[in-house]
């Protein structure tokens, strides 16, 4: 059979023109491309390549030696794949059994064996000339789960990267972060810098930054680089112009702010405050009824200081002077008192209102019932109401 299938194809060359010295097999075979030295053309059928044994290509066999182009089908027991004779040794032609990770060379540059992990990309090491498997990190950012809560593990090591992005582990509040929240889910942006690492922490309802010294995981804490909270507002509300701020929780925020403009309101245009308004006529215009302190004493003395307003003297029984002094007027302008004396019962005796040098006649003193009230206008107390009278 092999000698006539070789006959055949003796007579079929010898009968061509011998300018041509073509072979075409299969349908059409008179239709040549006169590009091919060889054309195989079928639509059922196709071109079985020599199978040969893997030793045969290996050292010592018999095709090892093969000129470059030569193509064979390893059909061992443990391999079935084409073999192609490139630059004096042979190569697969296509591994289809196994994955990216294991060619072992792209554009003829070899593959590092370096297994790969999950989020991994390859990357060309022109220090090793090798193709590795790195963390992916796109536009300068890589990301990660911390192993524990503690907030200066989330560091931000990568040469390559600028940015970091932690998550935190499966539960559990954050360690050496900021103070105050419960949230058990949070994360960390970690940005990388000259040997300092500033990051950015987010949970449910707390935003704060804070800058550690170094790049490495522990990250360090330095002097006066806190945690700054980020002030925060319900995300149903709107600011109003004008409207003064203060903390208010909706839910579990500790940096929530809230307003209530028409109470509270701050007329930048002409250094207005209303409290209970907020169309202020004055300096400060209260909308609404006032309250100071009152302090009460039954019986004793006093030096007046700012936590002091109104003071009364209370005595129902026995005798003896009580004294209020007053601090230096040029220590407090503006500063006003007001001194009441209101005995009852058998009570008697002298309210006194010490400030050598300070009020013309001093002490002035109330033998009766009544009320003085001072000013400081800085150089002295001024006397403001000096009223004596039986119905207190």
């Known amino acids: 059979m092999k000698f006539l299938t070789a006959l055949y194809c003796g007579l079929l060359l010898s ?16 239709v040549v491309k006169k590009d091919a030295v060889l054309e195989l053309n079928s639509s059922n059928q196709g071109l079985l390549l020599p199978r040969v044994l893997k030793s045969q290509i290996l050292t010592g066999g018999k095709l090892f030696n093969a000129d470059n182009g030569m193509l064979v089908f390893v059909n061992d027991g443990g391999e079935q794949i084409m073999y192609n004779k490139r630059n004096g040794a042979w190569e697969k032609v296509g591994d289809y059994t196994a994955n990216i990770w294991n060619a072992n060379k792209i ?3 070899n593959v590092a064996i370096t297994a790969p992990v999950t989020g991994d990309v390859l990357k060309w090491n022109g220090t090793t000339n090798l193709w590795e498997p790195t963390e992916d990190n796109g536009a300068g950012v890589t990301y990660g789960t911390l192993p524990d809560n503690n907030a200066y593990n989330a560091d931000a090591p990568d040469d390559d990267a600028r940015m970091k992005i932690w998550a935190s582990p ?3 509040t954050v360690a050496n972060g900021p103070l105050g929240t419960d949230a058990a889910s949070w994360n960390i942006l970690s940005f990388k810098g000259g040997g300092f690492t500033t990051q950015l922490y987010f949970d449910k309802s707390t935003l704060a930054v804070k800058e550690w010294a170094g790049n ?3 990250l360090t804490h330095t002097a006066g680089n806190i945690w700054y909270k980020v002030v925060t507002m319900n995300g149903d509300l709107n600011l109003v112009t004008g409207g003064l701020i203060f903390a208010e929780k909706t839910s579990d925020s500790n940096t929530e702010v809230k307003q209530q403009a028409d109470k509270l309101f701050w007329d930048n245009a002409n250094d207005r405050l209303g409290v209970g308004t907020n169309v202020p006529t004055s300096t400060l215009h209260g909308g609404g009824s006032y309250a100071s302190s009152v302090t009460v004493l039954t019986p004793g003395n006093v030096t007046l200081n700012e936590t ?3 003071v009364v003297f209370r005595r129902n029984n026995g005798s003896g002077a009580m004294t209020a002094t007053l601090p230096a007027a040029n220590s407090c302008i503006g500063r006003e ?11 008697t005796g002298t309210v006194n ?3 050598p040098g300070e009020l013309k006649g001093t002490p002035v003193a109330l033998t009766v019932n009544g009320v003085i009230k001072v000013q400081s206008i800085g150089t002295r107390w001024l006397i403001l109401l000096n009223v004596t009278t039986t119905a207190l």
């Open 353 to 355: 209102l010490a400030g």
């Open 107 to 109: 554009q003829n540059r």
């Open 308 to 310: 002091h307003n109104v």
């Open 337 to 347: 008192y007001t001194i009441v004396r209101e005995y009852t019962g058998s009570g």
């Open 15 to 30: 009968s061509l023109p011998a300018a041509a010295q073509q072979l075409k097999l299969g349908d059409n075979p008179s």
């Open 216 to 218: 490495t995981a522990p």
């Open 170 to 172: 499966v539960t559990g």
